[in-house]
Each structure stands twice: as C-alpha cells, then as structure tokens.
C-alpha cells in the first residue's frame, strides 16, 4: 500500500508541476489533498500535512489570481503600461452649472501636460481643448467635433494612446472613443493612479494603490458589460467555464477582483492595527500632531525639511512626489516636542475615493491636532487648488472646527504687490522667509488646542520631581533660587501630567501660574 501511494504521490506531483487548463486546477488539488490525506495517515500526521497542503493550494490560487489580474490590466487597456506617445484632450463645458468658474481651459490642459510629463517614458505629442455642452454624452464630445479628433488622431501615425482629461470615463464612453481613434484611451483617475504606482516605495502604499485600482477597473467592467448588450464587440467576451458553466468574461473578472478586493483589504486592515499601535503610543505621551496638507507640489515636503532640519528629506518638483505619509520630530520654541505629518497632496477633477483609498495614512491627518493648508501663491491657478484642498478635506470628513492655519508659499517667486490676503502667513519655504512667525503661530494654536500651561516649581536639583518633570512634562526653562539646593523649573503640562504630579508629588511648591 505505501509503495502505491508513494507512486500516486509521484504521479500528482507531475501534473502540478503541468501546464493544466485553468478549469482542470480544482480537480488536480483534489486529487493532490487526497494523495497527501493518505500518505500522512500511513505516517500519523494527517492533521499537519493537511495544513500545510490548504497553504500551498491557497499560495497556489493567489498566484493564479495575480496572473488573470495583470492579464486582465493588459488586454481590456483600462490601465496605463509601459510608455506612450499621448494625444491629450481637455474638455471644458462651456457654460452652465457644470462650468468650472475658478480657473480657464487653458491651466486645465497644462496641469493635464503636467500629469503625462510625469510618467516615464509618457510624451505628449499632441494638446487640444474641446469646449462641450456636458461630459455625460456617450462620446463626450459633439457629433462634428468628435468626427474631427478621429480624422487627426487615426492619420497621426505619432499618437499611441488618447487622454482624456476628466475624471473618470464611464466604461461605455471609453469603448466609444477607443473604437473610433483605434488605441487606448485613459481619464485622469487612470493615469493619477499610475502615477501613483510609480511613485509607491513602501508596501503599505502599493497596497492603498492596488486598492484604488480595483473600483477603477470594476466600474470600467460593467460599463463594457453594458455595452456589449447593446452588441458593441469587446475583447476577449467569449463565455467561458473559468467561473463556472454559463459564466461571462466580465462575471468571471468581476469575482477575481472581489477576491483580489478581499485580499488587500485584509492586507491593509494588519497593517492599519500596526498604525494604531503607533499612534496610541503617541498619544500615551501626548506629542501634538501638525499635519502638512495642500495641493501636489505646493512645496509641503520643502517645508517639513526647513522647519526640522532633516537632511535625509529630499524633497522632489513634481506631482504626487509623496505617497508614504511621514512623520518628522520639531522643537517649538518652548522646547515642546510636535509631529510634523507629510502627507499625500491633493489635486482637482479626480474622484476623491482615489485619494480616500489612503484612509489609513491620511488618518495621521485628520486625526492631527493643528492643519496647516501650504498654497501655492505663484501658481497660476492657485485658487482653483485651494479650492480643491477644501472640498477633498470636507469629503474626507476633516472635522469643521479643527483648526486650520492658512499659509501662501512660494513667496520668493512673486512681486509683493501680487500676494493675495486671504491667507494667514506667506512663506518661502525654500528660502526661509516667514518660518519664524509660521513656528510662533503652530505654537500659539498647539498649546491653546492641547490645553497646556505654564507653571513654574520649586524643585530639588538632581531630585526625583525633576527627573520626573523632564520624562513627562515638557522643561522649558530653568533658573537658580537663593536656596542652591533647588531650582526653578518652567515647564508646560497638559491637565492629565499636572494631575499625576499633584498625586505624585502633594508637596510640591508652585511659585506661580501662567
């Protein structure tokens, strides 16, 4: 008997190591866990080979899962790839309700030259604005002008994709427009989001944009589904048995993105517990937090290094240069210890849930104590981005009473007279003017916000109430007292660390309050 389940063993170890066609892949398991239920029993250890099968079988459904994803990604062209001669398209609606009152046409296009700009291998060889009536027709774009852009785009032998700047495409007017100019067409939340993966360094970032990514890709499906109803010819639609007998392409797609779904969104939960931990740590010792947030490139990693001093920060010119939300130590002029949060920058006309799939780190933001909205004053289209920041935060659920220092950057590009008065300070953040007062005001709201207070004591030099005032209080400041046994100690205390010294220590003088 064990000579034959040696045998079979071998045998099922050939087929796994076979090139077998998807549908066959739950029977060749199921033979391959009968094989090992047998052999393990021969040697008493069923229980464990059986574990230790589930997890190869599980490694094994994940790894095919993450092959019809990226196959997927490639053949529907729903996603950016490698490198592109790009035909832009700026659509602005005209007039109406849904006319963009605060910036033109032509700052929509450039920021839309920016985004391609930023891809490797991505060059724009091509940059129309398109006036329409509304962005909810099939093919966006009116009858002749659409016949227009397929003229020049399809006898542009240059042009290998189309973007599209708005938004999001609906699944049905990407099918339209792909259709008519031949190559694949892309929307802003496609190409932000590779942006994106080309920005990502740590895994908790490329997790929060493979998740973004899924939405996407769902919607997209749906609206192709749709329109092959209505008999438009899609890719690769042949019904197939992958997700069992009957099942379309686009259902058996849409279970591997739930699954995929299910999978990063555990990964993303163990990784959010850690970042709990963490922040319970810093609120056991109550360090204030200062989130930095504004519009890409408005200069917030800039500032984060001029105001700490960190060396090993680098700052980058361009979009979305910072994907992983930082934390950087400051002293205040009180010698009070604050966190400085970088965070993900903003920018206009994308679906929010592509900047709320960073909930976890953007948490660091929203939880944080003080805002500081950095603005770019010397960009053209300043209000349009301030704008932007405001509305992302409400849509993020930002408490409307947290405090929020308004702060215009980029000074040192602009004349005097030019500088806007509906900021609180403006700034250089490269060159240093204005930090001094930028600190003098984080410290005025961090102290009134936390509750903290001076108090000045009496205690012994080298005594254990000093020791004890320099682990949980924050020192501001010591003097000499007649008597050269004490010193007079200014510190700053929240009520909580006033209440353990009381309790600690009854005894001690307290010369005065402030």
């Given at each position: 008997m064990m000579i034959n389940l040696i045998r079979l063993a071998s045998v099922v170890n050939q087929v796994k190591k076979c090139s077998l066609q998807k549908n066959h892949v739950k029977l060749k398991n199921q033979i391959y866990l009968m094989c090992w239920r047998s052999m393990s029993a021969v040697r008493g250890n069923r229980k464990s080979a059986e574990d230790d099968?589930?997890?190869?079988?599980?490694?094994?459904?994940?790894?095919?899962?993450?092959?019809?994803?990226?196959?997927?990604?490639?053949?529907?062209?729903?996603?950016?790839?490698?490198?592109?001669?790009?035909?832009?398209?700026?659509?602005?609606?005209?007039?109406?309700?849904?006319?963009?009152?605060?910036?033109?046409?032509?700052?929509?296009l450039e920021e839309a030259k920016a985004l391609v700009d930023s891809l490797p291998n991505w060059k724009c060889v091509d940059a129309i604005k398109v006036p329409v009536e509304s962005l909810e027709k099939k093919t966006i774009f009116g009858?002749?002008?659409?016949?227009?852009?397929?003229?020049?785009?399809?006898?542009?032998?240059?042009?290998?994709?189309?973007?599209?700047?708005?938004?999001?495409?609906?699944?049905?007017?990407?099918?339209?427009?792909?259709?008519?100019?031949?190559?694949?067409?892309?929307?802003?939340y496609s190409v932000v989001l590779q942006i994106f993966k080309d920005r990502a360094r740590t895994r908790e970032a490329k997790l929060?944009?493979?998740?973004?990514?899924?939405?996407?890709?769902?919607?997209?499906?749906?609206?192709?589904?749709?329109?092959?109803?209505?008999?438009?010819?899609?890719?690769?639609?042949?019904r197939g048995s992958k997700g069992g007998s009957g099942e379309s392409f686009c259902d058996s797609q849409l279970h591997l993105l739930d699954r995929r779904e299910i999978k990063i969104k555990k990964e993303l939960e163990k990784l959010a517990k850690k970042r709990t931990l963490l922040k319970c740590e810093r609120k056991k010792r109550e360090f204030p937090v200062v989130a930095i947030v504004g519009y890409t490139n408005c200069g917030k990693t800039t500032l984060i290094k001029s105001l700490t001093g960190?060396?090993?920060?680098?700052?980058?010119?361009?979009?979305?240069?910072?994907?992983?939300?930082?934390?950087?130590?400051?002293?205040?002029?009180?010698?009070?210890?604050?966190?400085?949060?970088?965070?993900?920058?903003?920018?206009?006309?994308?679906?929010?849930?592509?900047?709320?799939a960073f909930n976890s780190t953007l948490r660091?933001?929203?939880?944080?104590d003080v805002l500081v909205h950095l603005q770019d004053i010397s960009h053209p289209d300043v209000e349009n981005q301030v704008a932007t920041v405001k509305v992302t935060l409400e849509q993020l659920n930002i408490d409307s009473t947290k405090t929020v220092i308004q702060v215009a950057n980029k000074i040192d590009k602009m004349s005097s007279e030019k500088l806007d008065d509906y900021s609180d300070l403006h700034i250089s953040a490269k060159d240093g003017t204005g930090l001094e007062e930028l600190v003098d005001l984080i410290?005025?709201?961090?102290?009134?916000?936390?509750?903290?207070?001076?108090?000045?004591?009496?205690?012994?030099?080298?005594?254990?109430?000093?020791?004890?005032?320099?682990?949980?209080?924050?020192?501001?400041?010591y003097s000499n007292t007649k008597d050269p046994q004490y010193l007079a100690l200014d510190v700053l205390v929240t009520p909580s660390t006033f209440g353990k010294l009381r309790s600690n220590f009854p005894d001690i003088r307290v010369l005065n309050k402030q």
């Open positions: 099968l589930q997890l190869e079988l599980v490694s094994e459904q994940d790894n095919q899962d993450v092959h019809d994803y990226e196959e997927l990604v490639h053949k529907m062209h729903l996603l950016p790839d490698a490198g592109h001669q790009v035909a832009i398209l700026q659509p602005f609606v005209k007039w109406g309700p849904k006319k963009n009152l605060l910036t033109t046409p032509d700052l929509m009858s002749g002008q659409f016949e227009s852009l397929q003229k020049n785009i399809v006898a542009n032998p240059n042009i290998s994709a189309v973007f599209v700047s708005t938004n999001v495409l609906r699944g049905i007017q990407r099918r339209e427009l792909m259709m008519a100019f031949g190559v694949p067409v892309f929307d802003r929060q944009v493979a998740f973004a990514e899924i939405p996407y890709l769902r919607s997209s499906l749906v609206g192709l589904q749709k329109g092959t109803k209505n008999n438009l010819p899609v890719e690769n639609t042949s960190d060396s090993k920060i680098t700052p980058r010119d361009a979009l979305f240069a910072t994907l992983d939300v930082t934390v950087h130590g400051m002293k205040l002029p009180c010698n009070l210890t604050v966190l400085l949060v970088d965070t993900v920058g903003f920018i206009s006309n994308i679906p929010v849930n592509l900047i709320a660091d933001a929203i939880d944080a410290q005025t709201k961090v102290l009134e916000i936390t509750n903290r207070r001076y108090l000045r004591l009496m205690v012994l030099s080298g005594g254990t109430e000093y020791s004890w005032l320099h682990k949980e209080a924050t020192v501001v400041k």
